[in-house]
C-alpha cells in the first residue's frame, strides 16, 4: 500500500488517502440518502421527480467518488431504497413499479458510482527520479 504520491516536477509530497471498506460506503450512503430525504422534505421537494432522482444520483457519484469500486452495487442499492422509499412513496415504504423501471434506477444509481470511484482507484503513474553527475567518474 502506498503512502504518499508525487507529481512529476513537484516538490510537495501528498497522503494517498485510504478508501473506506465496502460495508462502510453502504453505510455511509444509506445514512446521507436519510439526511437527503430530511433536506428534501424541508424544501418540500419529497416526491417523485426529476429534483429528488437527480439528488439522489448526485448522492450517489459523490460517495461513490470516495468509495472503492467494489462498493458501487451497494452504493447504488442504498441510493436506490432512499430514493424509492422516501422520495417517491412519502411513506417510507418501498412500491415496485416494474423490473424494467426500479431496475434501470438501481442500474443508473450504481454506474453514477462506479464511474467516479474507478478513475480515483486507478493506479497512479511511480516517479522516476535520475540522477545528473557534473563530474565525470574517475
Do not use: K
Not at 450517489?60 to 447504488?76: D, E, I, N, T, W
Not at 431496475?103 to 470511484?117: K, R
Amino acid at each position: 500500500m502506498r503512502m504518499y504520491s508525487a507529481r512529476p516536477g513537484g516538490t510537495r509530497y501528498h497522503p494517498v488517502p485510504a478508501r473506506p471498506s465496502v460495508g462502510t460506503s453502504g453505510t455511509l450512503a444509506l445514512l446521507a440518502g436519510g439526511a437527503l430525504a430530511l433536506g428534501l422534505g424541508g424544501f418540500g421537494a419529497l416526491h417523485s421527480g426529476r429534483p429528488a432522482f437527480v439528488a439522489y444520483l448526485a448522492l450517489c457519484g459523490l460517495v461513490g467518488a470516495f468509495s472503492r469500486p467494489q462498493a458501487a452495487p451497494l452504493v447504488g442499492l442504498a441510493g436506490w431504497l432512499c430514493g424509492n422509499a422516501l422520495a417517491e412513496h412519502h411513506h417510507a415504504e418501498l412500491g415496485w413499479s416494474g423490473i424494467r423501471w426500479e431496475g434501470g434506477h438501481y442500474v443508473v444509481f450504481t454506474a453514477a458510482a462506479l464511474l467516479l470511484a474507478v478513475p480515483a482507484a486507478l493506479p497512479r503513474r511511480t516517479v522516476r527520479v535520475s540522477v545528473v553527475r557534473l563530474d565525470p567518474p574517475h
